[in-house]
């Protein structure tokens, strides 16, 4: 069974411009995230989505990032336009939509913004 | 918001030491789960707790969750270097879905030959 996939693994861009993240999550999984993890520091929850709903965004900041998840199943991550301080490794992870279960991440997207 | 605090931040020791590191909240969880990541790898399952008082053991990892179901601990016996890595908490709500899970910011642990 193939695990998380997102795409590019890593990125650089220069400040200003638009970068876009891609994920598609395990078959099945009803329930995705994207997280923002910085250099030595835990995941920090942007968005969960519950099929193609958002139903926590509160993290997200919404002036310049926006994620969309159109059919419930592989989702996207747009930041426009980019900061030096968005740099930091874009995790997406999902879960079947059971008590207790495991979330299965992908192995992220680095993102340098020069 | 449910915060989970986790200690100590960073931790090198050296091959063969024993340690434990700590997953502590003010609010209550229906579960929590471990995770490890290694550098350039998104965070892995080793464990999910759920009853108060549990504890599970994986080979030299043994896990505990608190009583009142608001605190976890970690402990490795005789650390090797392949312990190394970025050890997370999680915790699922109390009295609604797993499916929001809040992460501890981790423990860096490194462990030296």
């Known amino acids: 069974e193939a695990g998380v996939v997102q795409s590019p693994r890593y990125k650089i861009i220069e400040k200003k411009q638009p970068v876009a993240f891609w994920c598609n999550p395990i078959?099945?999984?009803?329930?995705l995230y994207w997280y923002r993890q910085n250099l030595g520091q835990g995941p920090e929850l942007l968005i969960r989505y519950e099929n193609e709903e958002a139903v926590d965004d509160s993290q997200l900041p919404k002036d310049r990032f926006s994620a969309e998840r159109l059919k419930g199943v592989d989702s996207t991550l747009k930041i426009q336009p980019a900061e030096l301080g968005d740099s930091a490794v874009y995790l997406c992870?999902?879960?079947?939509?059971?008590?207790?279960?495991?979330?299965?991440f992908g192995q992220g997207t680095r993102l340098t913004v020069v | 918001t449910q915060l989970l605090e986790q200690s100590p931040q960073f931790l090198s020791i050296q091959e063969g030491e024993n340690l434990t590191v700590y997953c502590n909240s003010s609010?209550?969880?229906?579960?929590l789960q471990w995770y490890r990541q290694e550098p350039g790898e998104g965070p892995v399952l080793l464990v999910t707790?759920?009853?108060?008082?549990e504890v599970k053991k994986l080979k030299r990892l043994t896990f505990q969750f608190g009583d009142a179901r608001k605190d976890s601990s970690l402990h490795i016996t005789a650390a090797q270097p392949g312990d190394t890595g970025l050890y997370l908490c999680?915790?699922?709500?109390?009295?609604?879905?797993?499916?929001?899970?809040?992460f501890g910011k981790g423990t860096l642990l490194t462990v030296n030959p």
């Open positions: 707790v759920v009853t108060g008082g």
């Open positions: 992870a999902s879960t079947a939509r059971t008590l207790n279960t495991e979330a299965f």
């Open positions: 999680a915790g699922g709500p109390s009295g609604g879905s797993n499916y929001k899970l809040t």
């Open positions: 078959s099945g999984h009803n329930t």
């Open positions: 609010s209550v969880f229906s579960s």
